[in-house]
């Protein structure tokens, strides 16, 4: 939901946002899933404008929620799970809630808003939020060390890129290709180096709000779940797993499918691939999930590739920071994608 152009975001969204038009056409395939990554907790003082843009204010997510509740069927994970493996049908406008990662705000200050608007969730959560210290996630803990001071010598013992060295001329670019070298680590190599990196930056760094940056740890997971929301995996670290080999790829998705269900002592139906878009995984990633034995796997966008819809490749609405309400509706409605896909992006 990145690339809206000023004009749609500005002036044709709200404009027919405002007659109501958006709200009565049917989304594409009859549903919609809907994907946040946790709001911006009461206590987070210190904006990390980019890595934020993620997050939403709760008073926004309410304002959603109560448009949703309003124009469309909320549904529970589990009716989704009927329309996936036993083909039940889906309510007409049928939108299923998703919220990616498992950040500690999710059960502080998300939850709340879920349950004062009676509506249930499905979390994807990390093999991390089945330890005890599950600490930050990797990516964003670099991106804030990086903020610091370059990694200098700690850069050099990643692997190189995976293809030609794409320009690196801003910071957001910087990092992103370090997150790239990274994940060709293998899980425990790429926790060593970044024990490495910790070690090399000194004393334990107070990023401010624990509940922005650290991870859902087990017992707090134990408590979305018991609150009555669906739990699914997410991979074991969150790597960009089209650089993982074949057997590294596996065990990510694998093992976070067995460790969750042996955490959490029931099925767990349903993955969402880590950064979930085209750049980041394929059809590989697809085959694996299936074979992992989910029932369905989700992306983080709107579209995926020709071909008949696949129920390991599900769409998802990537809500952020920036998204106005119009614009959720233009979403929503698959008035977005249909423009796109006419203007051939
Ligand atoms: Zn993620």
Redesign the pocket.
Known sequence: MRFVSPLLKHAVYPALHHSGWLDRITPPGGYAVVNY?GVVPSDHSEPEVFLDGNLVQPEVLRQQLQFLKGHYELIHPDDFRAWVEQGKALPPRAILLTC??GLLNTLTDMLPVLQSEGVSCMF?V?GASCRNNPGM?WYEELYRLMRIRTLNSLETQLPPEAGPSPVADTFQSRWWSTVRRASRLNAKERSDWMAAVRSEFGAKKNFGSEKRWRLLSIAELGLLADAGMSIGA?TQS?PVLSLCNDEETQREIHESKSELERTLGRPVWAF?Y???NPATMGERELRLAREAGFACAFL?VEHWGAGPPSPFALPRIHVTANTTLPEFAAHLSGLHIRLQRAMGS
């Open positions: 990554h990616d990662d994807f990390t996630l997410h969150h969402a880590p950064f979930g983080n």
